[in-house]
């Protein structure tokens, strides 16, 4: 279970927080080191280079993602044994306030909230309190965008389209969202059911709980807070594996449509 929780070293700088039955409050000071740390050298120059990392922070325009308020949030842990250990597919959708995404995107079109990857296989789209967040994709790079406001909470929203299981590894700016570490294809994710929809909250913190996944500055990032790094907010990556010796493409909705379309007497020539 424990590799399944936040770390307490991701968990540094970021407060005091009680996850639950079980778990233990999680102390944390400022302690990280950062990358690139080298123990030889004094305390001023350290304490210099961790202040050039703050004001490059706080510099920065736009929008991350903080760690918000706890939720109860299930999650029914299931075994998977993956077709291969490349995702079938992956898909990425770019997040700013609406400033930033007008500078990042440049032309391009309004889109709905939810849209297929992988082939097909799932839909999947980022939710704010009241509906899928303004979505874009640019008319050159086929890039997806969304628009955020600092503050307000959003959810990750995914559904299987095809009738047999997949396991959807997740992140945000750069983070996986079970584990809170560096995100990879290693990672294990979420199990979905076919036909199933499932909304990510936020980041794992127990198996009854999250933290809200919430817009903030740079500065205040859960990436930035917890490892000092912040050169990958502003994306949510999702990676799709399929399972072994089960075909998904068989009987999805396009064949499953043709076939409840299919006449049964033919038209007279």
């Known amino acids: 279970m424990k590799s399944t929780m936040l770390s307490t070293a991701l968990l540094k700088r970021c407060g005091t927080f009680l996850f639950g039955a079980g778990l233990a409050c999680l102390w944390l000071g400022g302690c990280t080191m950062g990358p690139g740390y080298d123990p030889s050298t004094s305390a001023g120059s350290a304490d210099h280079a961790k202040g050039r990392a703050r004001k490059a922070a706080e510099e920065r325009p736009g929008l991350a993602t903080g760690f918000g308020e706890s939720t109860r949030s299930p999650w029914n842990r299931q075994s998977f044994v993956r077709a291969s250990s490349k995702p079938a597919g992956t898909g990425a959708v770019y997040y700013n306030n609406r400033e930033g995404i007008d500078a990042m995107a440049g032309s391009k079109d309004k889109v709905a909230g939810f849209q297929t990857a992988a082939g097909g296989v799932i839909e999947w789209g980022i939710k704010g309190n009241l509906g899928f967040l303004p979505t874009y994709n640019t008319y050159y790079e086929s890039r997806r965008f969304v628009v955020g406001k600092q503050g307000s909470d959003y959810s990750i929203l995914l559904k299987n389209r095809c009738k047999s299981r997949l396991e959807v590894v997740l992140s ?14 290693a990672k294990r994710g979420y199990v979905i059911a076919p ?36 050169r990958n907010v502003g994306v949510i990556g999702l990676a799709v594996f399929t399972e072994k010796g089960v075909d998904p493409w068989t009987w999805m909705p396009r064949e499953v449509n043709d076939r409840l379309k299919a006449a049964p007497f033919a038209k007279a020539p």
């Open 172 to 185: 945000v700016d750069g983070l996986d969202v079970i584990d809170g570490k560096t995100a990879s294809f």
């Open 195 to 230: 036909d199933e929809t499932l909304e990510v909250k936020g980041w794992r913190t127990g198996p009854e709980t999250v933290a809200r996944f919430q817009f903030s500055s740079v500065a205040g990032s859960y990436a930035n807070l917890s490892t000092g790094e912040h």
